[in-house]
């Protein structure tokens, strides 16, 4: 406590708690960049352990 009141608390720095994070969504479509989107959000996934969501749309 210094003269200005109680001195606020402050983390540790340290990894997110995952199992605060929701899923890893990630949009899917026929471009050579979404096929790179894709392996990077299923590895996101694997390394956070969050489910892993495809999202695609059809027009």
């Not at 299923?42 to 969501?53: K, S, W």
């Amino acid at each position: 406590m210094n003269s200005r009141g109680p001195t606020p608390a402050v983390p540790a720095p340290g990894p997110e708690p995952v199992a605060l994070l929701g899923p890893v969504v990630v949009g899917v479509g026929r471009s050579a960049a979404s096929h790179g989107a894709v392996t990077w959000a299923a590895d996101e996934a694997a390394r956070t352990g969050r489910a892993l969501r495809l999202v695609a749309v059809l027009e």
